[in-house]
């Protein structure tokens, strides 16, 4: 990628820092106070595709950052789980008003054995789809798949797949064809003062690293647009993260990096929200129909740091907020129309906030994630600590992916 025309030292500091090198990396990992403690409430990434196994619409999740990474506040691969406290959302909004029409609830009970849990899956209508509790219909029940032991799908009452699981974070982010000095603000994020596990290459964005995978599929759905975002909800309800495009708590909603003026990334509304820590929270805890009231002037001032013009604010403030994933059959798959597991949504984002970068010659981007992704259910990558039988590093000792 080159940069094809001049660009001021503020355009650097604002871009290549505020972007890239907050601890949260252009994705959502460790995005909040909150979910720093929380591990288990942490959304990392999430994506929303056509389903190879049943052609309906599948959506995923996942949780527990950086696991099996060994950094401070993780747990190893064999050991992560989702917390029984919790309630675990896929939301749909169908009519366009950044409400939840349909959702899908998630719950898992106390380990049984090591890692493994029992599952719940319900379907919630209308007033129950918003009301993040433990509501809606039973759809379907059993249990979460632990480290190299026997898969367990549950099968819903419409059909629905559903798995919950140990993986490779799915998570990618081309960085290596990037110049400087962009190159070098990831670089130090990647390996800098945030900690984050890193190697020189796109597919080990944070090293070799694992997360919790809740993957849903979903026959019926998907034959007309809708909007989609994720929610993590407490017993009472109550929202503690939630995610919808890629990355924008990570561009948007930022600490200064160490050595640039704290002034830039003070919360617009300060009394409201002291702290980016603040911020956070509070925006993990709203819904989508509340975004352009609660944080339109936040968006606003990054996008004025970013040098949007001035006549093109108020619909880049537009497209990004209310904060969910649209999906359109009608129109060609990826992102920002879905987003699957191998495109880099992060350079997607870079590049339409960024007039001045240009992929370098010879270069096509985005490019497309390389991890060992399967076109069957749950299509996400064996865990960095998958055991293979003797002599193979192809054939798992238990099936990992549905026939």
């Known amino acids: 990628m080159k940069f094809t025309k001049p660009f001021s030292k503020y355009f650097i500091c604002s871009t290549a820092v505020a972007l890239l090198c907050s601890p949260v990396l252009a994705s959502d990992h460790r995005d909040s106070p909150y979910t720093q403690q929380n591990p288990q409430a942490d959304i990392g990434d999430v994506f929303l595709f056509q389903g190879a196994q049943t052609g309906g619409l599948a959506m995923a999740m996942t949780l527990n950052p950086l696991s099996g990474s060994g950094a401070d506040g993780t747990l190893p691969s064999d050991k992560i789980t989702l917390s029984p406290d919790l309630i675990y959302i896929f939301n749909f909004d169908t009519d366009g008003d950044a409400k939840a029409d349909i959702a899908y609830k998630i719950k898992a009970g106390k380990a049984t054995t090591g890692q493994q849990q029992p599952l719940e899956l319900r379907k919630a209508i209308g007033a129950e789809a918003r009301d993040a509790k433990w509501s809606g219909t039973v759809h379907g029940t059993g249990e979460t798949t632990a480290l ?17 699981g140990p993986r490779r974070d799915p998570f990618f982010f081309d960085f290596l064809t990037v110049d400087a000095p962009v190159a070098l603000a990831i670089k130090e994020a990647l390996a800098g003062g945030d900690h984050l596990p890193a190697a020189g290459s796109s597919e080990l964005a944070f090293g070799r690293t694992d997360m919790t995978l809740i993957v849903l599929e979903v026959p019926d759905l998907g034959a007309d647009p809708l909007n989609y975002w994720v929610t993590v909800a407490d017993g009472s309800g109550e929202t503690v993260d939630r995610m919808g495009r890629a990355g924008i708590q990570g561009i948007y909603l930022v600490d200064a990096p160490t050595g640039y003026n704290t002034e830039y990334y003070t919360p617009r509304n300060a009394a409201k929200y002291p702290t980016i820590g603040d911020l956070n929270n509070a925006y993990n805890a709203s819904s989508p129909d509340q975004d352009g009231a609660n944080y339109g002037e936040q968006f606003t001032y990054r996008f004025q740091q970013l040098e949007v013009s001035q006549d093109k604010l108020a619909d880049k403030v537009a497209f990004y907020l209310p904060d969910m994933i649209h999906w359109d059959p009608s129109a060609n798959a990826g992102y920002p129309n879905g987003r699957n597991l191998r495109e880099d949504a992060i350079f997607w984002t870079l590049f339409d906030l960024n007039p001045f970068m240009q992929p370098a010659d010879g270069v096509e981007l985005p490019h497309i994630g390389t991890q060992r992704m399967s ?22 000792v238990f099936p990992i992916f549905m026939k």
Request: charged share 20%; net charge negative; no cysteine.
């Open 375 to 396: 076109d069957r259910f749950p299509y996400v990558a064996p865990s960095i600590n998958q055991a293979f039988k003797p002599g193979s590093q192809l054939e798992p």
């Open 148 to 164: 190299n032991q026997e898969m367990h799908v549950v099968t819903g009452k419409m059909d629905e797949l559903l798995f919950v």
